[in-house]
């Protein structure tokens, strides 16, 4: 017998549901659930996460990602800046740096940040301690990819809208700032909340610069409390925490996109 | 900064502009006299534009001079936003800002490049918008706008700067038929209240009711100038006349690859041909 377009449709359809349907239960039947709970969902051990977790070590989390993005949006705004420059210096300078930063490991940046500059410049701190050295360590590398980003936006605003500020008698830096930059930074929100969930991922990268009971972050949080309870469970809870914060940020997002969209 | 009233609104003279290998101008002489309307006409690739936005120094002259109300564009060490604060540009594209809304559009430039303040800046804006008939259009986006709308309004926008001279690059060639008119009548109103103009335009009615004076370019010179009656209706270079020809009426036009004198076009049945398959 031969089958019509929409019945074959639906068999076909029908098929995808039930071999998903047949995974999921297989996941849920042959797993050990009791083993699983026991090291991975230990409701004392939660309860003595908090609220250390959300009070220390979530709100350092956020500090270092903000910091970090703060400054790689500055730097990396000036970055792009003179990757267009008239000026030729300016552009090879800033392509180098773009280059080798994209490729060094962020480890690698933020070991050389916090011990490297104590050694070049004994007498003097990095302002904010800690904060300071993973907002710097880390935002110098997100600099090098947000200014590709932000180089891309600025690009991407048509050509005729400087030309119309600049016929209005607006300087060339005027230009940039109150038409040019305000556009692009619109047309690369998507790219720069991608840096930002990055970068919040990447602040667990604090504990090479030897964090104390103040500057603990989500991470290295939860492997301390692993190996102080030797139960995974706390693993879960920073996991968990990491996605307090990315998930809300996503709709944040949305929303912002939507509201631009009538002003495109 | 010196301005001689007395002085020509714009005056060119030798003007050479080059990209890469290719001569655009090929040495321009032209001059546009205070409360001059001036139209330039020509087929595609014959300069107009360039011309018109060299005046803006939005192109860089390869050679040649050029005042702007007496001041000399030309010379490197000119003031160039200063100098652009007078000259108003309406482009194509129309080019507002569409992060801003028509009213931010009109007094962003006023604030930071004038510092007037917001209350005065409005206050122009407004008068503004309301000569090109867009009062209730304040607060909408560019986005939200017709065609005609959003080149009025970028009309308006140039015209809150008060210059004393406006250039107009084909503000009506991206515009749907039935929305010209309003762009045509606004420019007209200017026009009638003594503004100075050079408009690089196709609308050939426009040019013979408004202009004073119309100039017609191909291959980068100036083929001839004067009054519309005599360069539209009578002109006297051959090329004015093939131009003209294919411009009024494009269905008329001689076949593809053959020659201007042909005899009568043979009548083609079904669409007409297309005057710009022949450019």
């Known amino acids: 017998m031969k089958l019509r377009r929409r019945q074959r449709e639906r068999l ?41 977790i959300i009070t220390v070590a979530l709100r350092n989390t956020i500090l270092y990602t903000l910091g970090a993005f703060a400054f790689g949006l500055v730097f990396g705004t000036v970055l792009a800046l003179m990757r267009l420059s008239r000026v030729a210096p300016y552009r090879w300078l800033a392509t180098a740096y773009i280059e080798l930063f994209r490729g060094l490991p962020a480890l690698l940046v933020l070991f050389l940040v916090g011990y490297g500059i104590p050694i070049a410049f004994p007498e003097r701190e990095i302002p904010g301690g800690v904060f300071g050295s993973i907002a710097i360590g880390l935002g110098l590398t997100a600099a090098a990819y947000m200014a590709e980003t932000i180089r891309a936006g600025i690009q991407a605003v048509p050509k005729g809208q400087m030309e119309a500020a600049r016929t209005l008698g607006m300087s060339h830096f005027t230009a940039m700032r109150t038409i040019v930059i305000p556009q692009a930074f619109r047309i690369v929100i998507p790219p720069l909340t991608n840096e930002l969930i990055l970068l919040t991922k990447d602040s667990s990268l604090a504990y090479v610069l030897g964090v104390t009971a103040q500057t603990i972050e989500v991470t290295k949080f939860g492997r301390d409390m692993l190996n ?36 495109r | 900064m010196t301005t001689t009233p007395s002085r020509p609104a714009v005056e060119i003279r030798d003007l050479h ?36 936005r060299c005046v803006d120094l939005l192109e860089e002259p390869t050679a040649g001079t050029i005042w702007v109300n007496g001041v000399e564009m030309t010379d490197p060490d000119v003031e160039i936003d200063a100098v652009r604060r007078g000259i108003g540009m309406v482009f194509q594209s129309f080019n507002l800002f569409p992060h801003l809304t028509v009213l931010n559009n009109l007094t962003i430039a006023q604030r930071r490049v004038l510092r007037r303040g917001r209350a005065e800046a409005e206050r122009i804006a407004r008068a503004n918008l309301e000569r090109v008939g867009l009062t209730d259009k304040a607060d909408a986006f560019p986005a939200q706008l017709s065609g005609g709308q959003q080149q009025r309004a970028a009309i308006a926008r140039s015209l809150s700067m008060e210059p004393k001279l406006m250039l107009f690059d084909e503000p009506t060639s991206a515009l749907d038929p039935e929305l010209v008119g309003d762009v045509l009548t606004v420019m007209r109103g200017l026009a009638e209240d003594g ?14 009711d408004v202009a004073d004076r119309v100039v ?26 093939a131009f003209l020809a294919r411009v009024l009426d494009p269905t008329r036009v001689e076949r593809l690859g053959q020659p201007a004198q042909s005899p009568e076009p043979p009548e083609v049945p079904g669409l007409p041909m297309d005057g710009r398959h022949t450019v």
């Open chain 2, 195 to 208: 503004m100075t103009m050079m408009v690089v335009t196709h609308e050939m009615a426009f040019a013979r």
């Open chain 1, 12 to 52: 076909s359809l029908g098929i995808q549901y039930l071999v998903f349907v047949a995974i999921i239960a297989v996941v849920l039947f042959a797993a050990d659930w009791g083993r699983l709970k026991d090291a991975f969902f230990r409701v004392d051990i939660i309860e003595s996460m908090f609220p250390t």
């Open chain 2, 17 to 52: 502009k080059s990209f890469g290998s290719l001569e655009v101008l090929k040495g321009i002489d032209f001059e546009v006299g205070q409360g001059e309307v001036v139209c330039v006409i020509g087929p595609s690739g014959s300069g107009k534009s360039t011309l018109l």
């Open chain 2, 216 to 241: 017609f370019m191909d291959g980068g010179v100036v083929v001839e100038q004067g009054p519309p009656q005599e360069v539209l209706g009578a002109p006297k270079h051959e090329r004015t006349r």
């Open chain 1, 228 to 263: 102080d309870r030797v139960n995974a469970t706390p693993l879960l809870v920073a996991g968990l925490a990491y996605l307090v914060i990315t998930l809300p940020l996503s709709q944040v997002v949305r929303r912002l996109e939507l509201r631009y969209a009538k002003a």
